[in-house]
């Protein structure tokens, strides 16, 4: 079975300083693992992906995560906070175990909020 | 436009009623999705499904029924609404290829209350 756990309900940051997401992941495979954002009242955006291409992942809005096996863990930066990275961020995870099972689980997610 | 679309956007139904939402997609993607958003859950899986006729329950499937007679659509039912219901809900599919290629896409969500 999979699961994820998103360390923090909600992250308070002021504009410009850095933001840290933490997300720790539990998986018998090998996982993909995403980030997604949602922003009020809208839907899912992808932020970026990891499937073991590279374990530094880059995404949109300067955004990006590291995935690190040893503390299965896979943390979203990103160095300058913008207002409108207020926003709930999911941490999902994939594991595709012979090639049939599609499903994602997603984290209970982390509310972000950047003061001005 | 290609994509997802959901509808409707908003619905408020009485307890007891049966209630029906749509999920169209475009692109004839084989595996699509049902998820619930509730705080302090994130999402959860009601259904899932892997062609046309082929669904599978997913964490909670409890009070739903799915059908998919055509590829792109994949409507979901609340049998009997129980205002335990009262969600967001979100369908998505999956484009096909490997590990390196594909992705999920979902569409807008429908919010829906059972008073």
């Known amino acids: 079975a999979q699961s994820v756990t998103q360390l923090d309900s909600h992250v308070s940051v002021s504009e410009g300083t850095p933001v840290l997401l933490r997300c720790n992941y539990s998986?018998?495979?090998?996982?993909?693992l995403f980030w997604y954002v949602q922003h009020p009242n809208k839907g899912l955006q992808l932020l970026l992906k990891?499937?073991?291409?590279?374990?530094l992942v880059k995404g949109i809005n300067g955004f990006e995560a590291e995935f690190k096996k040893s503390e299965t863990s896979f943390h979203l930066t990103k160095p300058s906070a913008h207002m409108s990275d207020a926003a709930e961020y999911f941490c999902?995870?994939?594991?595709?175990?012979?090639?049939?099972?599609?499903?994602?689980?997603f984290g209970k997610g982390t509310l972000l909020t950047v003061n001005p | 436009d290609a994509g997802i679309t959901q509808s409707p956007r908003y619905k408020i139904t009485e307890t007891g009623r049966q209630v029906t939402l749509m999920c169209h997609q475009t692109?004839?993607?084989?595996?699509m999705f049902w998820y619930r958003q509730d705080l302090g859950h994130g999402l959860r899986l009601i259904y899932y499904s892997a062609a046309a006729d082929i669904t599978d329950k997913g964490e909670v499937p409890d009070g739903y029924v799915v059908s998919r007679s055509k590829t792109e659509n994949f409507p979901l039912t609340l049998e009997s609404a129980t205002r335990s219901q009262t969600s967001v809900y979100f369908c998505?599919?999956?484009?096909?290829?490997?590990?390196?290629?594909?992705?999920?896409?979902f569409g807008s969500g429908t919010r829906l209350t059972v008073v």
């Open positions: 999902v995870v994939s594991v595709e175990s012979g090639g049939s099972n599609y499903k994602l689980t």
């Open positions: 998505a599919s999956r484009s096909p290829g490997g590990r390196f290629v594909y992705g999920y896409t």
């Open positions: 990891y499937t073991s291409a590279a374990t």
């Open positions: 692109w004839s993607h084989s595996y």
């Open positions: 998986s018998s495979y090998s996982p993909s």
